[in-house]
């Protein structure tokens, strides 16, 4: 009986698969909005892992510019709007920290519960139209500036395939945080008329 036993548990730590340790990640779907996103994951016990994911997106035209560049688009928006739109460039940067626990029977493969914190910045320039006080057309510039701190949890799953290919679902969850908004521009408010500066704020 005692051999039996010891075939069996050698036949069970056969059958276990190893995973690596580290893992580093591309987000794939991130490349379609111009996004660059790095994560890397280390296992620092059995069920336990730490993992620091990045995402950075350089300035550049934003995905709703071209949707809304031309004024013969049924948006049901004003032309100022597209133009605001059109005129836009967008970049923001990332990082997420997270300590992530298996469900299954190691890291880091299957199913996992994530507490993570995150920092976020975003950066958007735009165009726009005012008139000054003599009610001739100018053109200003405006920034948009968005920083995001806060943290929760998350429920995702992972996938390791035999040829260490690693497919990482992050599914939702609750999360709180705190956001700081700033809408600036060189242009002197008390040369645009109540009206605009809401529109233009809007």
Not at 144 to 163: A, H, N, S
């Given at each position: 009986?005692?051999?039996?036993?010891?075939?069996?548990?050698?036949?069970?730590?056969?059958?276990?698969?190893?995973?690596?340790?580290?893992?580093?990640?591309?987000?794939?779907?991130?490349?379609?909005?111009?996004?660059?996103?790095?994560?890397?994951?280390?296992?620092?016990?059995?069920?336990?892992?730490?993992?620091?994911?990045?995402?950075?997106?350089?300035?550049?035209?934003?995905?709703?510019?071209?949707?809304?560049?031309?004024?013969?688009?049924?948006?049901?928006?004003?032309?100022?709007?597209?133009?605001?739109?059109?005129?836009?460039?967008?970049?923001?940067?990332?990082?997420?920290?997270?300590?992530?626990?298996?469900?299954?029977?190691?890291?880091?493969?299957?199913?996992?519960?994530?507490?993570?914190?995150?920092?976020?910045?975003?950066?958007?320039?735009?165009?726009?139209?005012?008139?000054?006080?003599?009610?001739?057309?100018?053109?200003?510039?405006?920034?948009?500036?968005?920083?995001?701190?806060?943290?929760?949890i998350m429920l995702g799953y992972q996938i390791v395939t035999?040829?260490?290919?690693?497919?990482?679902?992050?599914?939702?969850?609750?999360?709180?945080?705190?956001?700081?908004?700033?809408?600036?521009?060189?242009?002197?408010?008390?040369?645009?008329?109540?009206?605009?500066?809401?529109?233009?704020?809007?």
């Amino acid at each position: 009986s005692r051999n039996y036993a010891s075939k069996a548990r050698t036949r069970k730590k056969v059958k276990e698969k190893v995973y690596k340790n580290n893992i580093v990640k591309l987000n794939l779907t991130g490349l379609v909005v111009k996004s660059f996103g790095l994560q890397y994951e280390q296992k620092i016990r059995k069920k336990a892992s730490i993992a620091l994911g990045l995402i950075y997106r350089p300035k550049s035209t934003w995905i709703v510019s071209k949707f809304y560049d031309s004024t013969n688009s049924a948006t049901g928006i004003s032309n100022e709007t597209k133009f605001m739109y059109a005129t836009s460039r967008f970049r923001t940067f990332m990082i997420t920290p997270e300590l992530r626990y298996y469900l299954g029977r190691q890291a880091p493969n299957g199913l996992y519960l994530s507490a993570f914190a995150r920092a976020r910045m975003d950066r958007l320039a735009f165009k726009y139209n005012y008139y000054d006080n003599n009610t001739i057309e100018r053109e200003g510039l405006a920034n948009l500036d968005e920083t995001l701190i806060g943290g929760g949890i998350m429920l995702g799953y992972q996938i390791v395939t035999r040829k260490k290919l690693t497919i990482d679902f992050w599914f939702l969850g609750p999360w709180i945080g705190n956001q700081n908004v700033k809408l600036r521009s060189e242009v002197n408010a008390n040369n645009i008329s109540e009206i605009q500066q809401k529109f233009i704020a809007e």
